[in-house]
């Protein structure tokens, strides 16, 4: 029987067939991504990060953002960075738009 483990417990040292990188700003933030081999594929494993973290392993996460299994460690990346992309990016819309409705019912608002 295997032993299972925490990712956040790996060695800083990627495996030959995984990929670590620190990205940003996007969106404000900065993602610390990695990719770990699995079964069923790779998958992709993104920290979201108020600051710049100095390493993807000792990354303090505001939010966590996975995506696989995929065929490489790169597609892998890609695919969590594009996801962590599009939640950040929705999270900003969603804020502007709170704003703009909250802007439109201030007494002394034109109406439309």
């Given at each position: 029987?295997?032993?299972?483990?925490?990712?956040?417990?790996?060695?800083?040292?990627?495996?030959?067939?995984?990929l670590?990188?620190?990205?940003?700003?996007?969106?404000?933030?900065?993602?610390?991504?990695?990719?770990?081999?699995?079964?069923?594929?790779?998958?992709?494993?993104?920290?979201?990060?108020?600051?710049?973290?100095?390493?993807?392993?000792?990354?303090?996460?505001?939010a966590?953002?996975?995506?696989?299994?995929?065929?490489?460690?790169?597609?892998?990346?890609?695919?969590?960075?594009?996801?962590?992309?599009?939640?950040?990016a929705?999270?900003?819309?969603?804020?502007?738009?709170?704003?703009?409705?909250?802007?439109?019912?201030?007494?002394?608002?034109?109406?439309?």
């Open positions: 029987m295997g032993t299972l483990g925490f990712v956040d417990t790996l060695p800083s040292q990627p495996g030959k067939d995984s670590e990188e620190v990205l940003g700003p996007i969106c404000g933030y900065y993602l610390a991504c990695y990719s770990v081999e699995s079964l069923e594929g790779f998958y992709g494993y993104a920290k979201v990060c108020g600051q710049r973290p100095e390493s993807v392993w000792g990354a303090s996460a505001q966590k953002v996975v995506a696989g299994p995929l065929g490489s460690p790169e597609a892998a990346i890609t695919a969590v960075v594009d996801a962590a992309t599009l939640k950040l929705r999270r900003i819309e969603e804020r502007e738009t709170l704003l703009y409705s909250w802007r439109s019912t201030e007494p002394g608002a034109a109406s439309a």
